[in-house]
């Protein structure tokens, strides 16, 4: 799995924008201005490639004790973000595409009603 296929499918999900906020080497996803998905570019440049995503708190502790990949958001909120170390091997294509369909279901769930409903 590499950066391209990661970004095409964020992309293809409904009101999602892509965009470097914070400096030249963070992509960052968004969906409806909210973000769900950042990229350190570097680090996928270098065959380390991993995501931080957002994540349930409670579902957050239960992915870090069963998987060695998956650790507190690095530089995000620990309680809220994941960092998913995807270049280790360790957990499915599929799987890392239902966490980042985790993520950006939790940013939704989290905006008002109004909001959301662009989304329909």
Known sequence: MNI???????????????DFPFDADT???????????????????AGEGWVNLKCDPEYA???????????????????????????????????VLELIDHSYDMVIKTMPKKLRDQLL
């Open 4 to 18: 391209e296929q990661l970004r095409d499918y964020c992309l293809k999900k409904k009101g999602v924008t892509e």
């Open 27 to 45: 992509l960052v996803f968004k969906v409806l201005g909210k973000m769900f998905a950042l990229f350190p570019l570097e680090k996928w440049e």
């Open 61 to 95: 502790l239960e992915l870090r004790a069963g998987y060695e990949s998956i650790r507190p958001g690095w530089h995000m909120s620990k309680a809220n973000w994941n960092s998913v170390l995807i270049y280790k091997g360790e957990l499915s294509p599929k799987f």
